[in-house]
């Protein structure tokens, strides 16, 4: 089985055939695109002006500049904080859902995204 992640139309189903059955997945090509032209829009705003989380820290560091050089790293870092707990055992299928959720999230809303993390390059 192959779940195509679209941004729109993932099933509980889906996510547990992906969570419990190891099932494939795969970004859907417009989603893939729409990824790839939001982080092209991201990446002219932020060499003209400041971007919340991308070219400064967040919160109490929103003030913060984050160096060209430091910015992929800075975005691991971002996701990883946002990262609840540790996977306990047996319970993978459980992350694995939530992740397959968040990414369809993700996609929906057009959320800029590495275009290599999206195509898992």
Known sequence: MIV???GSSLTCAQVAAVARQRATVAVAAAA????????QVAQEVAARQPVYGRTTGV???HVVPISERDRAEH??????SHAAGRIAEGEF????GGLRSRVTFMLRRRFV????WISGA
């Open 93 to 96: 299928d459980v992350c694995t």
């Open 59 to 61: 919160g109490a560091n």
């Open 32 to 39: 893939e695109a729409a990824a790839r032209a939001a982080r």
């Open 4 to 6: 195509t992640i679209d």
């Open 113 to 116: 995204a590495d275009s290599l």
């Open 75 to 80: 975005g691991f870092r971002l996701l990883r």
